[in-house]
């Protein structure tokens, strides 16, 4: 399409009155919003922070914080070692030991002798999530990672799982509860689910 | 003899403690103004919701840290550069005045003590636009010495700009002292007294200085010496600590006489229509002169307190201009403007007073 096209439609600018070049109408206006926003903070206390330490943020229902590792009804690590979720993570950030599934977890061949994710390259994009198919292993909405040293940032199986011990009760698994079984008989149905409630109260903190 | 000195002495330190502990204090409130017009919350851990003890820890941050002279720095320059900037601020007040002073020549005192550091100096506006034209050095130079192109820029864009707006806001404010016949702030503020405000008399006068003093005071929306997107920091990106901190300080300083100068030309001084008046009536009692006379500096630093407040929203509420627009504005709005508008003052007082 050339410049001088017939379906182009040319707008002029505005013709500015006299008082409207001296820009002192609009300088105006703009004095009234900021002095809206200055006396709503001051004098009405209406803010959009938080005090941090005091005040917790509590994120949406599908904000992507440190990762768990879920359980099932019996403690077991849901995860079964498929490399799913290392296959899909573009930050190749997960690293599973597999190993064959101890005798009496009949419901699957493998489980992850080692999950470990370093904390550290993880870009937080939640592809794991979605890759994996039996819900083991989820974004929870803890946002307050930190550590001393590199080493304590590379989560192992034992860490994650600990995640999801101190996350259960406030972020309950965004999937009922399907085993293994389930999803390998294709019955699992994700679009009837509950969405998950914004959690209230604090989401207890401490990890290590 | 030997006590006018010594008063001159204390009012010195007094003026000079004041200010600095304001211009500290102002500090905190711009953060605040800031926060506020941002929907936050603002310093608030040191001293309570107000974070009253704020501008102590940012001192004794600024005394405490590092301070670096880039080796390739002009040593002696650099060093002078923060020093110019804050004397020069700072001995500007030697002719403001805080409250009522009585003029010279006259028998009847108008208060118990002059609230001047120098009074009945008859050249206090020329005074203070010298001093005002000395700060540019400060920030031509800090960007010279330090060897950096940012600031090598900034201190360019400085110097053309203060210079540029020097203009108008000399010829702004040359229809009021025609109006007053005195280049005396106290003759300016008498005048105001006891006829009107100057905004009133000289409205255009009183926008062309209002926007040159922004400018003046390398306060957004013409900061474009510091301009941190475009030049890191501008004339200042070398400097660190307390030299720095100079810099800062002398900037706030800077704002707070220029907001006295609006106050004093325009808004009336310490003066309230029909309640003060230049002289208290006869017979008053000396506590009630007193009581006058502090009520008088209260007038004044309420009005100068707004101004501040004012100067602090705008530079929340305006983007910044960009260098030719801002050079357009001098040159080709401004300077015309200032010029109509002290030819068409002269003309109205000559045809006004008579011949």
Known sequence: ?208 | MMWDLIGILVKIAIVVGISQGAVAYLILVERKVAAWSQDRLGPNRAGGRWGLLQPLADGAKMLLKEDVIPRYASRPIYILAPCIAIIMATIAFAVVPFGPVTPPGSLRKVGPIEFQIAPGMDIGILYIFAIGSLSVYAVILAGWSSNNKYSFLGGLRSSAQLISYEIPLGLSILGLVLICRSLDLNAIIRWQDEHVWGIVVQPIGFLLFLVSAFAETNRLPFDLPESEQELVGGFHTEYSAMKFGMFFLGEYLHVVTVSFLVVILFLGGWDIPFLLDTYPAAGTSTFMLWVLAFAKVGVMVFKVALVVLFIMQVRWTLPRFRYDTLMDLAWKRLIPLALINLVGTAAAVQLIRGA
């Open chain 1, 1 to 208: 399409m050339h410049a001088d096209h017939p379906s182009l439609k040319r707008l002029e600018p505005p013709k500015l009155t006299l008082m409207e070049r001296t820009y002192l109408p609009q300088i105006f206006d703009g004095l009234l919003v900021t002095g809206r926003h200055i006396l709503k903070s001051a004098v009405a206390g209406k803010v959009l922070t938080v005090e941090y330490p005091e005040q917790q943020h509590i994120p949406s229902a599908n904000y992507r914080g440190v990762h768990r590792l879920n359980k099932d009804e019996n403690g077991r690590v849901k995860c079964v070692a498929c490399m799913l979720c290392a296959t899909a993570c573009p930050a190749h950030c997960i690293d599973i030991v597999g190993a064959t599934a101890p005798d009496g977890w009949d419901d699957r061949e493998k489980y992850p002798e080692n999950f470990i994710i370093d904390e550290l390259r993880c870009i937080f994009c939640g592809m794991c999530e979605e890759a994996c198919p039996v819900d083991a292993i989820e974004l929870t909405g803890l946002y307050d990672l930190t550590g001393l040293s590199r080493e304590e940032m590379i989560f192992d199986k034992a860490k994650l799982l600990s995640v999801y011990d101190v996350t259960k009760d406030a972020e309950p698994m965004r999937t009922g509860n399907p085993t293994p079984g389930m999803i390998a008989s294709g019955s699992a149905n994700h679009t009837d689910v509950e969405p998950v409630p914004v959690t209230s109260g604090p989401i207890l903190r401490p990890l290590s």
